[in-house]
């Protein structure tokens, strides 16, 4: 992961429910995160053949798992390069 951004959005107007007039502010919070990958790292080849089979599967299939279980795969994938990543940059430092 390369970076994180908390944004914090508010929204506020008036309202009138009846005779009342009311403030109403809306908010919304959320984390961004920037994940880079190094240009060469360990299965390369493999890994892009894992992507662009997910990429050029149709996800709208009937009565089939077969997405779910290459999206599964795709997951463990980035998840282990990202660890064995992670680890050797460790090592480095």
Same mark, same amino acid.
């Not at 009138?16 to 299965?43: A, C, E, I, W």
């Not at 994938?77 to 050797?88: G, K, Q």
């Given at each position: 992961?390369?970076?994180?951004?908390?944004? /914090?959005?508010?929204?506020? *107007?008036?309202?009138?429910?009846? /005779?009342?007039?009311?403030?109403?502010?809306?908010?919304?919070?959320?984390?961004?995160?920037? +994940?880079?990958?190094?240009?060469?790292?360990?299965?390369?080849?493999? +890994?892009?053949?894992?992507?662009?089979?997910? +990429?050029?599967?149709?996800?709208?299939?009937?009565?089939?798992?077969?997405?779910?279980?290459?999206?599964? &795969? +795709?997951?463990?994938?980035?998840?282990?390069?990202?660890?064995?990543?992670?680890?050797? &940059?460790?090592?480095? *430092?």
């Amino acid at each position: 992961m390369q970076s994180t951004q908390t944004v /914090d959005t508010k929204e506020s *107007h008036m309202e009138t429910r009846g /005779d009342k007039l009311y403030s109403v502010t809306n908010t919304q919070k959320y984390v961004k995160l920037h +994940f880079t990958r190094p240009m060469n790292f360990p299965n390369k080849e493999k +890994f892009e053949q894992l992507q662009n089979e997910y +990429f050029g599967y149709n996800f709208a299939e009937k009565n089939g798992y077969k997405g779910a279980v290459y999206l599964v &795969l +795709f997951g463990l994938l980035f998840w282990i390069i990202t660890a064995c990543s992670s680890s050797a &940059l460790q090592v480095i *430092h």
